[in-house]
């Protein structure tokens, strides 16, 4: 079974560009997640979906972020305009319930440089 | 959610039982102890998870004390795909918080061939 996907692996752009992220959750999961990893902050919780709502986004840094769940399949993460501290691992996980004892399911990452 | 405390680094020799300790003193009765750990340049990876009772699965071993301020994750036999970090985190369970993984600096684990 595929575990989740996410699109591109790296990611290298210029300051200023727009960048989307892509994220396909585990078939069945209504559950799903965007994180940041930095050096100085760690991982940090972006936005939380649950059945393609948007639940809490009180971790997305600023207005030049924003992600959408079209559907049970697919969410992607988008900045625009990018800067250079955005500069991040970026992981989508998900899971299926709201339940306190549901595990999280992380993908690869997508690794964002941004010069 | 409760706070905890990890060493931030420690070694284990490949083949020998790995024993990765976290303290976590305000704890509250309904919340659980979960293990995750992320091996460099890939995504967090769910480990095992417990209330009070110690646990087992087929990866490691929780075990919890009685008064549940502290617990200690095992790994019965190290290996060097091990290597990794390994975040202890206490997870509220009831309330509008409570789909949150809050991760802290975690216990950087190498284990030596």
């Known amino acids: 079974d595929a575990g989740v996907i996410q699109s591109p692996r790296h990611e290298v752009t210029e300051m200023g560009q727009e960048v989307t992220l892509r994220c396909k959750p585990i078939?069945?999961?209504?559950?799903l997640f965007w994180y940041r990893q930095t050096m100085m902050r760690g991982l940090e919780l972006l936005i939380y979906?649950?059945?393609?709502?948007?639940?809490?986004d009180s971790g997305m840094p600023e207005d030049r972020f924003s992600a959408k769940m079209p559907n049970a399949s697919f969410s992607t993460l988008k900045i625009q305009p990018s800067e250079p501290r955005d500069s991040a691992v970026y992981f989508c996980?998900?899971?299926f319930g709201r339940g306190f004892t549901d595990t999280q399911y992380f993908g690869p990452g997508t690794r964002l440089t941004v010069l | 959610d409760a706070k905890t405390t990890q060493p931030p680094s420690m070694d284990c020799a490949e083949g020998r039982a790995a024993n990765l300790p976290c303290n976590h003193s305000?704890?509250?009765?309904?919340?659980?102890v979960y293990w995750y750990r992320q091996i460099h340049s890939q995504g967090p990876q769910y480990i095992i998870h417990?209330?009070?009772n110690n646990e087992t699965n087929e990866m490691a071993s929780l075990i919890i004390t009685e008064d549940r301020k502290s617990s200690t994750l095992i790994l019965p036999h190290a290996t060097l795909r091990d290597t990794a970090v390994y975040y202890c985190?206490?997870?509220?369970?009831?309330?509008?918080?409570?789909?949150?993984?809050?991760f802290g600096k975690g216990t950087l684990l190498t284990v030596n061939p």
């Open positions: 996980a998900s899971t």
């Open positions: 305000t704890i509250s009765g309904n919340e659980y």
């Open positions: 979906f649950n059945n393609n709502v948007p639940i809490d």
């Open positions: 078939s069945g999961h209504n559950s």
């Open positions: 985190i206490v997870r509220v369970g009831s309330g509008g918080s409570n789909y949150k993984l809050t």
């Open positions: 417990g209330l009070k």
